[in-house]
């Protein structure tokens, strides 16, 4: 299924392919295995003080040790986890929430429309991380599932705006206004004529805002508004090594690449997604 | 075994700090020999930056401004009548002498002559009557507002002379005394301002950035060997290091961070100097409920927690393990270090005998600023051993000011007290962790009560033992006490009791 909708085929028969797609999906699924073998198998127990204090990276631990002494490849393994949860859970609510007002104000009245959007224009000028140390702040103590619903709620008005522009656009359809003189229901118009249209711009949306959830994600944690301990988020992980950057400096820079890592990764596939849906884009290069 | 090795380390470094201070003390022999030949070798005009990552939340100690504001504050913008000096010891200040009458209920105080406030008004005994009874008010938010409570009336008698009559005896009153500023009684705004009788006056507070202080030229008593003092606050270890490495500040009050230590040690730009803490980090239960409220529990969790691998891994190897709130510079000090040592079989009968053999959850509201996250961490590791679970619940400084500290609406939660004399807060079954025992409420009344400081320590150290027994809350450790300087800066405090850091003495070479 995903290979007939994302990789079209070009008028000349040939599958397009795109290098930057095959790189940010070959990063982003090395994270996904991590993640998921994390779940049954890690080096060591994530809260085992298995090493001494600070140790240099070793066979034995491989990005080294944290002040107690815990194996610090262990926690970024299952930090993997934690930022994929966070990205997937982060934009299945933004896409939600965020195509739900995006296709309301599209087919709303005018003052409807006008008010939805000046309400998602100020959301978007409010940092996302503001935002979501807001809902945070707000919530009765910080956890994982608060972070997903905050960052997803702060994505949502993004998605819902561009959400509204592509719909918008394709309602001014010539054939949109022939579906609706003829009685289709407006649900048929939406899933059959809107959605498919819109679709591939808002998965390379959708693939942009998984990063930057990741990020969010990771900045909340930092400040200590994130997934609490013992989660390994990789945010957490560098505060904790903060204090002894200088004297440990790979304590910061492991989890550091790996955050860089999986947001690189997945901008590439965006990237990638957008090539291979938008042949002129691909032309050019 | 581990007990032994702790013991061993401890008195090492006792002799080794012993050593400093006899080079610190011959230091300053020579140096001033050194100065009465030659003329100055500092700057007289310099301006001190100093760096803390305590910004005060307005300027008036009674109005919950925070450890910021004494450090700031105390005894260079405002003095008391009494001074707690950087070594412990009370030594009276605005009050030029004090007589005390046979029964200890009467405290007639004399005051320094020819003291003036910055905005020019005369220090009279009014001054004093008015400063005291800001402490005492009903509003006053002043952490230490109770151990005034013995006072029933002040007196006036002439303009200065103050009488301070108590209901009961309060052996600690010059010391209580060294905290409650004067201030001038026709002052308004002190959250904003200041008229205070100290060396130095505000110039300039930046909220969120500094506070700079100026040489006050009216002042009574040795003038400051330096011009102007400027405290800048960083919210930040790290950054707060890189200012005084790239000479953006001469001084760092109180170093916060281990990694710090390595950058500065070695470096002969710049000294370390290690001073006396009284800052322990503590698991503090709420006594209140269940299970908190059974000794068997208490001593139980304190004995499956190695206190000196957390402070290995928190300090790398500074700091001291406690036994107790008392710290070895307390005159009630009394080594309890070895009441619950670390036992993990035995903390897992003990469980057993309180009925739970299978453990218990419980979750502890932890600051979000370092140690306090990892110093979680570890414990939810070491009491998982012993089948206790613990969740982290993590907490804004502010939310565990209106949760824990007012609401004590908690569990138990990770503090840490800075506070020099702190024990007293046991005696207190009010205060946020609800500990309750009438045996140590009346030992800490009557050590009030004493007539002589002998008194008063044995029964304070009789007091420190069965909290320690009782294992009341779980210490952990003690905080080095760090300060880290330039080296052409000399003079400052080094132990920093009660967060005070006295400016005047500070030289900056020329």
Redesign the interface.
Known sequence: MTDTRLIATSPEGRTRRSLTFTIGAVVVGLHLVIGLLTLFWAPYDP???SGG?LEAPSFAHLAGTD???RDLFTLIMIGSRIALIVGTGAVIIGAALGVTIGLLAAFASKTLDDVLAAGLDILIAFPTLLLAMLIVASSD??SLWTAVVAIGIANSAIVARLTRILAKRVLRMDYITAARISGTSWIRVVTIHILPNIWPTLLVNLALQFGLAVIAEASLSY???GA???NASWG?LL??A??????APFGAIAPGIALVSLVIGINLLADGLRDIGDPTRRRRR | MTGLTIHRDASLKTSRRHVRMVTAAALIVSAVAAGSVQAQDFDADATINIGSLYEPQNLDNTAGAGQGINEAFNSNVYEALFQLTDAGTVVPALAKDYKVSEDGLTYTFTLQQGVKFHSGDPLTSKDVKFSIERVTAADSKSSRKNSLKPIAGIETPDEATVVVKLASRSISLPYNLSYVWIVNDKATNLTASEDGTGPYQLEDWRRGSSLALTRFDGYWGRKPTNGDVVFQYFT???ALNNALLTGSVDIITSVQ????L??FKGNKDFTVAEGKSTTKLLLAYNDRVAPFDNVKVRKALARAVDDA?LL???W?DSGTPIGSMVPPTDPWYVDLTKSDAYDPASAKALLAEAGYPNGFTFTID?P???PH??A???L??EL?KVGVKV??????ANEWYTKVYKAHDFQATLQEHVNHRDIVFYGNPDFYWGYNNSKVVDLIKQSEASATTDEQTARLKEANTIIAEDAASNWLYLYPQIVVSAKSVTGYPLNGLNSQFFVAGIKKDD
């Open positions: 809260t085992a003080m204090r002040r107690l002494g103590g910080a400040l200590g508004l609490p301990p013992p957490r505060q904790e903060q204090g002894t950057v200088y004297t | 930040e270890a790290t961070s281990p990694d710090s390595a950058q691998r290995k891994a928190v790398g932890t979000n600023y370092d996250p990892i979680a961490q570890f939810q590791t998982a969740n982290i619940n993590v907490i804004t």
